[in-house]
Structures are given as structure tokens and as C-alpha cells.
């Protein structure tokens, strides 16, 4: 909890930024040895990692809208329990006197 309390100071560009360098240096990992082997082959492998960005992207989006519709699937359940709930307690345990007091 100390731990999670500590990150939770700094902003989240530092993490972001963080990030993209990981991200370059694993791109540079992932093609160096092929240019290394042949500029052929690198420029090949180019054309299918482009592809891989936009497939990320797509799933990116994907993820965004499933979040989406869960947390408005979440508002609809709450409602409904809040709703269930107020009925339960004017019809179940005969509160509609006290509930209209």
C-alpha cells in the first residue's frame, strides 16, 4: 500500500514517458539484428510491424469501448439494485406508512 501511495504522487506523464522508451528500445531490439542480417529483410519486417501498430490501435479502441459499456452496464445494475432494494423494503416489510411519513 506504501508502495502504490509513493507512485501515486508523480504525475502520469513520467510513466507515460517511461513507457515510450521502453517501447523504442524494444524496437530497436526487434530490428537491429535483422538489418544487421540483411536491409532486405528489415525493410520486409518494416512493412508487417507498421501493420502491427494499427492492429494495436484497433485493439485500443476495441478495449476502450468494452470499458465503456461496462461501467454504463454498471450505472443500469445500480439502479436497478437501488430501485429493488426500495421496493423490498415498502412491499416486503410493510414500510409504505413509515416510507410516506
Known amino acids: 500500500m506504501s508502495s502504490y501511495q509513493d507512485n501515486g504522487r508523480y504525475?502520469?506523464?513520467?510513466?507515460?514517458?517511461?513507457r515510450l522508451?521502453?517501447?523504442?528500445?524494444?524496437?530497436?531490439?526487434?530490428?537491429?539484428?535483422?538489418?544487421?542480417?540483411?536491409?532486405?529483410?528489415?525493410?520486409?519486417?518494416?512493412?508487417?510491424f507498421a501493420g502491427g501498430f494499427h492492429g494495436h490501435w484497433f485493439g485500443q479502441r476495441i478495449t476502450q469501448a468494452a470499458a465503456k459499456r461496462r461501467a454504463v452496464w454498471r450505472n443500469w445494475h445500480d439502479s436497478f439494485l437501488q430501485?429493488?432494494?426500495?421496493?423490498?423494503v415498502i412491499k416486503v416489510n410493510r414500510g409504505e406508512q413509515r416510507v410516506t411519513q
Open 83 to 88: 430501485v429493488a432494494s426500495g421496493i423490498r
Open 21 to 48: 522508451l521502453v517501447y523504442v528500445t524494444r524496437l530497436f531490439a526487434w530490428e537491429s539484428p535483422p538489418c544487421l542480417i540483411s536491409p532486405k529483410l528489415a525493410l520486409s519486417g518494416c512493412h508487417g
Open 11 to 18: 504525475p502520469k506523464r513520467y510513466e507515460e514517458v517511461g
